[in-house]
């Protein structure tokens, strides 16, 4: 077999936080890619603001470096499982595997996640253990667990068989050997590895073109772009070709625009062939798994599989009082137009009409996923309105099931009881419970999704912030019935609209938790704060002190509060009822009940005890 030597195609693999996007970085400014006049940021391959603020990586990035007489075409993708559609794609375009594995966390649920993927498309792995430098790294043990988990998940031989390199990608040094002292500022391990351990791609290229699509990008001058991995053949601009579509049709276009990858930019290019990572333009309607070919040797590839939606919500038009104050996309048309806007690159999301005006289903991989779709519309402008996440619940074999996750969790010791009593609540079963020292436990629990949302808040409240939770999806399995795992304290709700008062917020505070300062604009129906009881309670929190002219013998007090509790997005998500829902407008984030009248609520409240 006649194999292309002057390039390699891989994909950097790992869990959350674990450098796989700081090592980019380093491989990048090591190499003999970018002018020496190039100033690289941190983490220059996020490039959204919510994912160099979070420290994440959300959508896969493509980029190339040279070493030596090599292009290395690299693909840094996601670590969380809401983005793992992204990863699953990437692993078909690719020959072999960076894994990056934290020297002192060692593997974790992504790490077993992302590395399944790869093993199932039998790709070759190069192991990188990561952080060496950090207190506390063991990166023997860590290699150990790294081999465990491969023999767990039926690696072959060869695959048995990965080279190890250990680094600290954030002083940009490496080495070959676990030892701290021989560190150098160097890449050239991992450059020399993967030249040595990852096979060159085939060179069919004078074959019929078969390439395929694995991302999307969009462009407002170009249209859709396809970007994915030459199978086989060659591709030149200007070429007529065939797209085989998902359902079986197919359609002709000419190739306008061709780019290829190098450095932190997208270069046009006039041609490439057999094994080749590039961009191809000129058709509107491409979508991922499909594959362009030879008008006159029409043969598709084999479909992409994109894991399906397992969350949604209900995102509609904002109705609040104050709708249309803050925003700049405030129409039901201009919000539609956006969410279809982002189906041209998250093939991992769905957007279905419901049969309320001005509201769509939004479906997502998780509350993350959904989140940062929130969060990007109200920084873009937009105002809307969002319902409580429900899991989405399928039949299999004539059954109701439910998606179920894996959580893993590291805690101090003296958190684990309370861990594990409120996950049994939410129906987690325990797996497995280990120390794994310096005073530390690691849990390991199925639980329905359901269970988990919301979870995460009580999570940081119960470890003092200390603990760290992990979830991914494992597989759909029977609803659990007569089960409803919502909010257990009720709401304060305001009963009138106007600022709040530090003399009404002091009246209520003992009631529970207030989420708004004085001199907040609320209005009816709005939650002003979390009851410390299971009931909603309306309360007026913009009453103003009376004031008369008959001094108090005493002085009055200064007036004190407690400090309200400000929700984050997430926070504001994870908190709501199904009779609530989410306000989010660029400047705000609000709470408030779905009916707004406290009249007419606590008349459906009655109605539904009465039902029940």
Same mark, same amino acid.
């Given at each position: ?18 450098? /796989? ?12 890619? @970018? ?29 190339? #470096? ?27 375009? #690719?020959?072999?595997? @960076? ?31 990561? /952080?060496?430098?950090?207190? !506390? ?16 998940? !039926? ?29 150098? =500022? ?18 069919? %290229?004078?074959?019929? &073109? ?66 080749? *990572? ?41 109705? %609040? ?9 405030v129409t039901a048309r201009q919000l539609q137009d956006r969410l279809e806007r982002e189906l041209h690159t998250d093939v991992s999301l769905r957007v279905d009409e419901t049969d309320q005006p001005g509201s769509w289903t939004v479906s997502g991989r998780g509350e993350l996923h959904l989140s940062i779709l929130i969060e990007n519309l ?11 996440? +429900? #899991?989405? $619940?399928?039949?299999?074999? !004539? ?52 269970? *988990? $949302? ?110 309200? +509790? =400000?929700?984050? *997005? ?5 908190? &709501? ?25 606590? /008349? ?9």
């Open positions: 077999m006649k194999t292309r030597d002057d390039i390699r195609n891989i994909a950097i693999i790992a869990h959350v936080d674990h450098g /796989k996007t700081t090592l980019v970085n380093e491989l990048l400014k090591q190499s003999d890619t @970018l002018d020496e006049h190039v100033q690289i940021e941190d983490r220059a391959m996020d490039t959204n603001d919510i994912e160099k603020e979070r420290g994440i990586t959300i959508l896969s990035k493509n980029t190339a #470096v040279r070493y030596q007489d090599k292009q290395i075409n690299i693909l840094d993708t996601p670590g969380h499982a809401d983005f793992g559609g992204e990863v699953e794609r990437i692993m078909r375009m #690719v020959d072999g595997v @960076l894994l990056v594995v934290d020297a002192f966390e060692g593997t974790m649920p992504q790490t077993r996640f992302v590395l399944k993927k790869a093993l199932d498309q039998h790709l070759t792995p190069v192991v990188v253990i990561n /952080k060496v430098d950090r207190p !506390g790294s063991r990166p023997s043990e860590v290699v150990d667990e790294v081999l465990d988990l491969f023999i767990e998940l !039926g690696a072959d031989d060869d695959q048995l068989d990965f080279p190890v390199i250990y680094t600290s990608a954030m002083n940009g040094t490496s080495s070959y050997d676990e030892d701290l002292s021989t560190q150098e =500022h160097t890449m050239k391990p991992i450059f020399d590895t993967i030249v040595k351990a990852i096979p060159a791609p085939e060179d069919n %290229s004078d074959e019929p &073109l078969q390439f395929q699509v694995a991302m999307l990008d969009y462009d407002d001058f170009v249209g859709r772009i396809g970007i994915g991995r030459i199978f086989r053949g060659t591709i030149k601009v200007g070429d007529n070709v065939t797209v085989m579509k998902l359902d079986g049709s197919t359609q002709n276009f000419r190739v306008t625009k061709l780019m290829g990858f190098f450095g932190l930019k997208k270069l046009d290019i006039e041609e490439a062939k057999a094994g080749d *990572l590039i961009a191809i333009s000129g058709m509107e309607e491409i979508n991922v798994g499909e594959s362009v070919v030879d008008p006159s040797a029409q043969e598709a590839l084999p479909i992409l599989r994109i894991d399906e939606p397992t969350l949604q919500m209900t995102f509609g038009t904002n109705t %609040s009082p104050f709708a249309g104050k803050e925003g700049k996309f109200r920084r873009e402008g937009y105002e809307l309105q969002v319902s409580r996440p +429900q #899991v989405i $619940i399928r039949e299999i074999d !004539g059954q109701q099931c439910e998606p179920f996750e894996s959580v893993q969790i590291d805690t101090p010791d003296e958190y684990s009881g309370t861990i594990i009593q409120t996950l049994s609540e939410r129906k987690g079963n325990m797996q497995n419970m280990e120390s794994v020292g310096n005073g530390q436990t690691r849990l390991t629990f199925l639980a329905p999704s359901r269970g *988990l $949302i919301g979870y995460s808040t009580e999570f940081l409240s119960i470890t003092r912030g200390y603990g760290i939770m992990n979830h991914t999806f494992d597989s759909y399995q029977p609803v659990i019935k007569n089960w409803n795992p919502g909010r257990r304290n009720g709401a304060l709700v305001s009963i009138n609209e106007g600022k709040t008062t530090t003399y009404a917020t002091m009246g209520i505070e003992d009631r529970g938790t207030i989420f708004v300062d004085p001199g907040t604009e609320v209005y009816e129906g709005m939650i002003v704060g979390k009851n410390s009881r299971d009931n909603d309670i309306s309360v007026n929190i913009t009453k103003g002190k009376q004031m008369t002219n008959v001094r108090a013998s005493a002085k009055d007090e200064t007036a004190k509060i407690k400090e309200p +509790q =400000h929700l984050t *997005l997430e926070e504001s998500l994870e908190f &709501l009822n199904e009779d609530e829902l989410c306000e989010v407008t660029p400047e705000n984030i609000r709470l408030r009940k779905e009916i707004l009248n406290t009249n007419e609520r606590e /008349k459906q409240a009655k109605r539904r005890r009465h039902n029940s």
